[in-house]
């Protein structure tokens, strides 16, 4: 083992890269590189304990000054090593809204859940509750919106911790924008296209606007008047200043792209 290759198996994993493209990369560009076993003889040997010793300091400074707040907000959201059914690791992340920082951790191998990839998330969440609630005073998660996870909300410890579980926009709207992608494409639907836009723009409106679930609705429902140009109804009116003759084409109200239900 050379110096060099201590320098580069450290690098490759210190960046956050992963050896096998790093190597793909070395390979087209006819270079060489440490070989596999040395690089992952030197990531067991030196890397790995001292990346977690590092972690859990700088965590536990982190967890230190949050536990003297009355209430902490924090966002999480899980990762699988590959999309699908086929993952086997699933990591997850959990940080503060206020500073920033990742406050957990936590990573399931899908051997710990039977086999399982699609409780895999929902596994991570529990042991991510479990540390946090011990540690700080947790007052609101927001995550995607995983069914398993609302289920656990809903009921039980969580609960009775009064803990509000928030959505996050972000993956609302982007399941949004892809929904009405996908009913796009089917016959009849097309003119749905061109309104993906505006309509995801709407609802980030509509979230910001909105302190409440009702609020968010009566808002939120306007683009079924709007987007078929009608914009002063029995209930209500657009908030915003609505063209007469749009850019967009309207879509007629009554039809299959206005009216069906997917
Ligand atoms: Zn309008």
Known sequence: ?????FMMATNILLSGNNFAKVKLLFK??????????????????????????????KRSAVIQRLA??????????????????????????????????IIA???IDKRET???????EKEAF???MDLLMTEINLKEICTDAHVQISALMNKGKYKDAGIFHSLDMWHGAKNLAKRITAVG??????????????????????????STHEEFMERWLAILHH????????????EHDCPTKHPKEWIVRGSVACTDRH
């Open 105 to 107: 951790l936590v990573t």
């Open 227 to 238: 987007v078929a140009d009608e914009h002063v109804w029995v209930m209500g009116k657009c």
């Open 1 to 5: 083992m050379q110096a060099g290759d």
């Open 28 to 57: 087209h560009m006819n270079m060489g590189i440490v070989a596999d076993k040395t690089f992952f003889k030197i990531q067991n040997a030196y890397c790995v304990d001292t990346i977690k010793e590092f972690w859990e300091e």
């Open 185 to 210: 494409q089917q016959s009849g639907m097309k003119l749905l296209l061109v309104w993906v836009k505006a309509v995801v723009n709407h609802f980030w409106w509509c979230c910001n606007k909105a």
């Open 126 to 128: 529990i042991r991510t």
């Open 68 to 101: 003297t707040k009355d209430s902490v907000v924090a966002l999480a959201d899980g990762r699988m090593d590959s999309p699908g059914h086929c993952a086997q690791y699933c990591s997850y992340t959990t940080m503060d809204n206020d500073s920033k920082d």
């Open 114 to 120: 039977e086999r399982k990839a699609v409780i895999m």
